[in-house]
């Protein structure tokens, strides 16, 4: 597993500055190729299912030459349906080795990634609380094993 001591940035950065938040992108792509090594050739849909934790789901919505976008998220069974919780669509820049956290949807079921989504004035905190929110499930998918390779 990659632990964020392991990830050494170009420089000290300052939390919710531009630097620190490319430095949360790259540590983003890591994290991410972690839960799916085979991101640069993967298309369609794709689960991973690990013994003690909810079955992820992955969409790859949109694949261009520098980029993939792909949706990650858990899916639940409600009154109205399957709600999506968290709910995010991912950019990876696969030239630069970075990816970001695009939109984080919907009112969460968990009181932890409501705390995490609070809706903030500045586009800078916006993306920060995004990001933070990708980070911090990536790491705890890897913990949990998951692996998407294939359908």
């Not at 790259?26 to 972690?34: F, I, M, T």
């Not at 639940?76 to 970075?98: H, I, Q, T, W």
């Amino acid at each position: 597993m990659l632990l964020d001591c392991q990830i050494v940035p170009q420089t000290i950065v300052r939390p919710k500055s531009f630097v620190g938040l490319m430095a949360m992108y790259e540590s983003n792509y890591l994290r991410l190729l972690q839960v799916i090594p085979e991101l640069e050739r993967l298309d369609g849909c794709f689960r991973s299912r690990v013994a003690g934790d909810c079955t992820l789901h992955l969409e790859i919505l949109e694949r261009c030459r520098y980029t993939v976008t792909l949706s990650l998220t858990y899916l639940f069974a409600s009154d109205v349906g399957a709600v999506a919780d968290p709910d995010l669509k991912v950019r990876a820049y696969l030239d630069g080795k970075l990816a970001e956290a695009m939109s984080l949807s919907g009112e969460h079921r968990h009181a932890e990634l409501r705390r995490l989504a609070r809706v903030h004035r500045l586009e800078l905190d916006a993306r920060w609380q995004r990001n933070v929110v990708l980070n911090k499930w990536l790491e705890y998918l890897t913990h949990q094993g998951h692996l998407i390779l294939e359908r």
